[in-house]
Each structure stands twice: as C-alpha cells, then as structure tokens.
C-alpha cells in the first residue's frame, strides 16, 4: 500500500473526515484468510497525550527536533511534537488523513508514503512510527532496508519512536493457524496481509509485521539501531530505538542506555491487532 490512496481505498480516510464532522463510524480490519473484525474506531487518532497509554507516553518523552511523522493519521502526534516546538513533517498515503490534519492545523502535512522518504527532504532527529506502525515496514527484508534507509536520513543522536503488537500475546485459534501458515511461506510469524474496510471504501491489501520486543532488538541489532526504551502494555509494546555508534573496526558498538534492555519474551501464539 505503497501509493496515494484512490478516494474508493480510502477508507481509514473517510473514518476520520466523518469522525471530524461529528460521525462516528466503524471501520472493519479484514485478513487474507477470511478473518473479519473490528478495526480501531476513530477515537484513538484524535485523542490528546494526557489520555494516551503511559508506556506511551513514556517513549513521546524521547520526541525532539526535527520529526518526521511516518503515518500521521489525524495528526495527534504531529501536533503534540509541534506544541512543543519541534518542526514536523507529517506524512500519509491518504488524502483524507491529510485533510483532517491539516483541518486540525499541523503545520506541514504531504501524501508521500515510508517507501518515498528519501534524502530531499533533509535530515530528521525523530523517526514517529505509532499506533502499530512500526509494522508499515511489512516484512523482514523491508523492515532491515527501512532500518538502514531511516539511519542514512537521520542525524548521529536520532531516534525512532514506535509502537508494534507482540504477535505471541493473546493469540486465538486462528491467529495461530496463520501463523503456521506464514512460517511455512518462510514469513515471520508476525507478519499479516490485511485490508482496511470502512463503507464501501476498502484499501488495498498491505502487509503489516508485527513483531515482539526481542524480535525488534534483534532487527534493530542487524542495522544501525539498538532498543534503548522500551515499554510493555501486552500485547502492545512501545520502544524508542536509538542509533548505535560506528566502531573504529566498523561494528556497532551501542550508545549509553537511558533505560534497560529489552526482556525476552515467551513465545506462544501469534495474534493480529
Ligand atoms: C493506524 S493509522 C495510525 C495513525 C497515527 N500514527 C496515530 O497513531 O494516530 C495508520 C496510518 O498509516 C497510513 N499509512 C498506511 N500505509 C502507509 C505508508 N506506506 N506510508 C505512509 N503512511 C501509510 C494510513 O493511511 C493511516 O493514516
């Protein structure tokens, strides 16, 4: 789900543009197994910071400079980061996201998608991948090329902010059969082909990687990143990946930690969201 969305596939769009004008609607999260539930309704991608999760708010506390915001949504994280001064570069795929965030007044908002970012639009100190979005990257390979491609455009002392959902936490009967399935396509277990559908609007299909903690440092490990917060809500989790510094023999060598590692956790049943 690469591209700017066709209004027909904007359906995360239309949820929050009804949301703004006073209608609250129900999108459906659609997987490629047949598997129908509720999506998020649109409350979450409005609310203020005094209502997010603590874990959540714990990993915002490493939000500074120049942000750019990945998947903006309504722009609450935008508009966060701008009350306190940071420039924001907000960025989605669809237009009916940009047009509540620029109703909202984030400063600067653009359809551009992950895939697109590259060095033009200058260097950022703060990398804003929330509400499940880490998992935009959608696979393995793509989240190592993202890693890396996120490490290039971003100062020495950057960090990613994200959230993802332990696919080991809270899995069904169902989860865990897709996640038999994705192992023997060689796909993490993670990892879910999803659609969006909000009306008669449906977004194309897209991957999303959901990962667990000890699988995002392990992730980080093999690119320029390493875990130096991280926060646990099961199944949610939160984490601030900072910048591993470059060894005169050319290996990582990791920054002083603000926090702890990351615990390992169990495994059992993957989940989607
Ligand atoms: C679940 S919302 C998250 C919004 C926001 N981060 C928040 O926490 O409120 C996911 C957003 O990601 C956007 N999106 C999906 N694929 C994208 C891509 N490849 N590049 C940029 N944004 C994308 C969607 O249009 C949607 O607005």
């Not at 789900?1 to 239309?14: C, K, N, P, S, V």
């Not at 942000?67 to 609450?76: E, T």
């Not at 490490?151 to 902010?161: K, P």
Request: charged share 30%; aromatic share 6%.
């Amino acid at each position: 789900m690469a591209q700017a969305l066709a209004d027909a596939e904007d359906a995360f769009g239309h949820l929050l543009l009804d949301f703004l004008d006073g209608r609250r609607g129900q999108p459906l999260l659609e997987r490629d197994d047949g598997h129908v539930g509720s999506a998020l309704g649109p409350e979450v991608f409005f609310s203020e910071r005094g209502t997010w999760p603590a874990e959540e708010q714990d990993v915002f506390e490493a939000v500074s400079g120049r942000v750019l915001d990945v998947d903006a949504g309504a722009g609450r994280h935008a508009l966060e980061a701008e009350r306190h001064g940071f420039e924001v570069l907000a960025i989605d795929i669809s237009p009916g996201a940009l047009e509540v965030c620029n109703r909202r007044g984030v400063r600067d908002a653009r359809l551009l998608a992950l895939e697109d970012v590259g060095p033009e639009l200058g260097e950022f100190d703060t990398v804003l991948m929330m509400c499940g979005n880490f998992g935009l990257v959608g696979d393995r390979e793509r989240a190592l090329d993202t890693l890396r491609r996120l490490a290039g455009l971003t100062s020495s002392n950057a960090r990613i902010v994200l959230d993802t959902v332990d696919p080991y936490v809270d899995a069904d009967g169902s989860d865990a059969a897709y996640a038999v399935r994705n192992r023997e396509r060689g796909r993490m277990p993670g990892q879910v082909t999803i659609r969006i559908r909000y009306g008669e609007r449906v977004t194309p299909w897209y991957d999303l990687l959901n990962v667990s903690a000890q699988e995002l440092a392990e992730l980080a490990k093999e690119t320029r990143w390493h875990v130096e917060l991280v926060r646990e809500d099961p199944p949610d989790i939160y984490a601030v990946l900072a910048k591993s510094a470059r060894t005169a023999c050319g290996r990582g060598r990791a920054l002083p930690r603000r926090a702890r590692r990351p615990r390992a956790r169990s495994t059992g049943s993957p989940r989607t969201r």
